[in-house]
């Protein structure tokens, strides 16, 4: 993988599959991505600092998947927040 490529973070919950891409390929400004079951719902950008993208359920819950970006545009952390349950996102071989 290029260092500044795309990395993708994957969740799975019930039977969705969450998907969060972190874009580094525009070097000052990277692109944070969320998809559910392979549909983009989301998108924001990040220079530094924290960012946030967002998503609804088929059953109508909302949820969000948080972001940090470093001083030379590196993932700090990736965290999806479901109400007041935290949920692992892994990162995608390949």
Same mark, same amino acid.
């Given at each position: 993988?290029?260092?500044? /490529?795309?990395?993708?973070?994957?969740?799975?919950? #019930? @039977?969705?599959?969450?998907?969060?891409?972190? =874009?580094?390929?525009?070097?000052?400004?990277?692109?944070?991505?969320?998809?559910? =079951? /392979? %549909?983009? %719902?989301?998108?924001?950008?990040?220079?530094?600092? @924290?960012?946030?993208?967002? #998503?609804?359920?088929?059953?109508?819950?909302?949820?969000?998947?948080?972001? /940090?970006?470093? %001083?030379? #545009?590196?993932?700090?952390?990736?965290?999806?927040?479901?109400?007041?349950?935290?949920?692992?996102? @892994?990162? %995608?071989? #390949?």
């Amino acid at each position: 993988m290029s260092l500044y /490529g795309t990395r993708t973070y994957r969740a799975a919950f #019930g @039977e969705h599959e969450i998907d969060f891409e972190f =874009d580094r390929s525009g070097v000052i400004v990277n692109r944070g991505r969320l998809l559910i =079951d /392979g %549909v983009k %719902v989301d998108q924001s950008a990040v220079h530094y600092g @924290e960012s946030a993208v967002h #998503g609804q359920l088929d059953d109508g819950r909302g949820f969000k998947v948080s972001f /940090g970006s470093g %001083v030379v #545009g590196q993932l700090k952390h990736v965290e999806l927040r479901l109400g007041d349950e935290t949920i692992p996102m @892994e990162p %995608v071989d #390949g």
